[in-house]
């Protein structure tokens, strides 16, 4: 089992790949330039964080549409990568009423997907000044907190899941449960 972690430049894309090691799968970081083809063996793909603000930095996010429409791979996208994913849905995401710094209360209304043995609630870790504003009908939002409506979501019919905090940062509760979630995906 292979999965990349696509560098947008977050912080934290080592912690994820770590993450991933951790959990025993063969995973490698590459740059969100690298060419599709490279990714041909990929059995998932985590989009890391990335710029300040998608808004104005859409530009740095390199190939990322073309791994997401050219394979049908299991993706799950954090932070600027959820982002991007809502954008590339038809949704909107600009800059957060609110922008989130630090722990915060997330509140699952659906555990489908990823989210299974996930609590109803959970302290997580966050580190974005935009959010996402709308999203297509082809998801189901499923997490939210006080100041923020989309905190995670998945794709009606395909492995597609989204995370607006950060499960790769110790301070997020259960964020390894999400991330084994996602690697049985990947399995199957």
């Known amino acids: 089992m292979k999965i990349y ?19 025993g799968v063969d995973s490698t970081i590459v740059p969100n330039t690298v060419d599709a083809d490279v990714l041909a063996d ?14 104005s930095e859409m530009s740095k996010l390199g190939n990322i549409k073309e791994y997401m429409h050219r394979y049908n791979y299991p993706v799950l996208g954090i932070c600027v990568g959820a982002q991007f994913i809502a954008i590339d849905s038809g949704g909107r995401v600009s800059k957060a009423l609110h922008a989130e ?19 109803d609630s959970i ?31 998945y794709h009606k019919n395909r ?5 607006q905090f950060h499960p790769e ?20």
Not at 5 to 18: A, F, K, L, S, V
Not at 42 to 55: F, K
Not at 129 to 152: F, M, P
């Open 5 to 23: 972690i696509i560098d947008n430049g977050g912080q934290w894309t080592h912690r994820e790949w770590r993450t991933v090691r951790d959990l």
């Open 42 to 55: 990929a059995d998932g793909i985590i989009l890391s964080g990335g710029p300040a603000s998608i808004e």
């Open 101 to 119: 710094y630090g722990k915060k209360i997330v509140n699952f209304t659906s555990k489908d997907g990823i989210f299974y043995n996930v609590p």
């Open 123 to 153: 302290n997580a870790w966050e580190n974005h000044n935009d959010e996402i504003k709308s999203i297509s009908d082809d998801y189901i939002i499923c997490a939210y907190s006080d100041t923020c409506r989309v905190q995670a979501f």
């Open 159 to 163: 492995d597609i899941f989204g995370v």
């Open 169 to 188: 940062v110790n301070n997020t509760e259960h964020g390894t449960t999400i991330f084994k979630n996602f690697i049985e995906k990947c399995r199957r």
